[in-house]
């Protein structure tokens, strides 16, 4: 057995648990460590041996150090520090600073750029995907469907004098945003992340309904946001047999009189809603939980590589309802 330092043997003669260790504890249990290594394998090229400069970091521990910077919402610098400070973080990756030194903030740089660019966030939250479905946590039976705003940047106060190109503005309510969505299609029945698609903000909910749904779902649910759904899928108007169930405009319920037809349509819109609820889960995780709620890059491309990381680890964080609460994910 590896001898452990002085300071492994004094943090782990502590009496208290931090939220930290319990939350990286269930994470390393039920990520697919073995799956991604072997998917991400092809495409990670670290230094050949022979030749000069670093040497090489495996795969899993540069997966591991970029699994943190995605949970908690840390720069490349901020998280080299981190590692530094918190022995969880050093036990989670694997690092004794007796005999070796963290990776530093460069190291991890060009990790996330090969992620980019060879598309490999979506293999990773495909592969976090069919994982949880060998489970049995993809039902198959419905799909919801969002989208949530996640603002850019608006300053000018940079080199080219001007806000990302990339990102627009849209008016909700009477208020104005500039930035990005984030839209994705949910299981009705476990609410885990199956399909997602970032745009522009300016771009309208309903015209990527059909990029988020399955071929074989039998309910597809929406906001009154994706009135009109029917268009998009593919569906005749007034088709007694659409999967679509869009949620009434609340204008429309508010003029009718007072009835029986209305207390119906009332109680029929409430269970509707109950449904749809599930889809702001994932939203929930990745913006509180995980602190995602400005975009950190320039450009959809990197913007979208980084929520497909997000949102196949908040998968993980609610898969695992039926253990634990989802905690830990604060400072300790």
């Known amino acids: ?5 002085f300071a492994q043997a004094e943090h782990q003669n502590k009496k208290k648990v931090t939220r930290r260790e319990r939350f990286l504890a269930q994470m390393n249990s039920v990520v697919p460590w073995q799956k991604l290594i072997e998917v991400l394998s092809p495409s990670y090229f670290p230094n050949s041996a022979g030749k000069r400069g670093r040497p090489p970091m495996g795969l899993e521990r540069m997966l591991r150090i970029y699994f943190l910077q995605q949970w908690y919402a840390l720069a490349d610098e901020a998280l080299e520090d981190a590692i530094y400070d918190s022995q969880s973080m050093r036990d989670f990756v694997g690092i004794d600073l007796a005999v070796e030194s963290v990776p530093d903030a460069t190291t ?25 479905a060998e489970q049995g946590l993809f039902m198959r039976e419905g799909t919801i ?32 945003y500039f930035g990005m969505k984030a839209h994705i299609g949910v299981d009705a029945v476990t609410g885990l992340t199956h399909s997602l698609v970032a745009t522009s903000a300016n771009v309208a909910d ?109 998968n993980l964080v609610l898969a695992r309802r039926c253990i634990g609460r989802a905690d830990g994910i604060s400072a300790s």
């Not at 007072?258 to 995780?285: C, M, N, W, Y």
Request: aromatic fraction near 8%.
């Open 1 to 5: 057995m590896k001898q452990i330092s």
């Open 145 to 176: 469907v969002d989208a949530t705003l996640i603002a850019a940047a608006p300053s000018t106060k940079n080199k080219a004098r001007k806000r990302d190109p990339e990102m627009k503005q849209t008016r909700k309510g009477n208020q104005w």
């Open 108 to 132: 991890l740089l060009r990790f996330r750029h090969m992620l980019e660019k060879h598309d490999l966030t979506q293999r990773i939250f495909e592969q976090i995907n069919a994982s949880m």
């Open 206 to 314: 309903v015209t990527m309904s059909d990029l988020l749904v399955r071929d074989d779902d039998q309910r597809i649910y929406g906001d009154a946001g994706y009135t009109g759904m029917w268009k998009h899928l593919g569906e005749e108007k007034g088709d007694r047999n659409s999967c679509c169930c869009v949620a009434a405009k609340r204008g429309s319920i508010k003029k009718m009189k007072d009835g029986p037809r209305k207390t119906l349509l009332q109680a029929i819109e409430k269970e509707k809603a109950s449904i749809r609820a599930k889809v702001e889960h994932p939203f929930h995780v990745v913006k509180n939980l995980f602190g995602y709620k400005k975009t950190r890059y320039k450009g959809l491309a990197k913007n979208q590589a980084q929520l497909f990381s997000l949102f196949g680890l908040a």
